[in-house]
């Protein structure tokens, strides 16, 4: 799919993609200079702090 980041990203950062065909915005992760990865495969590439910890109660 051909598509357009609604903002700058680093490498492992979550940006929201325009798709230029439907015109549906997606969440993907920036992998490299002018590319994204969406879906179940895009979970792995984020940064930690993209991430959702959890933390045991004390």
């Known amino acids: 799919m051909t598509g357009r980041a609604q903002r700058q990203a680093a490498v492992g950062e979550v940006v929201q993609v325009m798709n230029l065909q439907s015109n549906r915005t997606i969440e993907a992760v920036a ?8 879906g179940p ?3 792995a590439m984020r940064t930690p702090s993209a991430r959702s910890l959890q933390f045991a109660a004390r």
């Open 41 to 43: 495969a895009a979970q």
């Open 31 to 38: 992998v490299a200079p002018g590319r994204a990865l969406a």
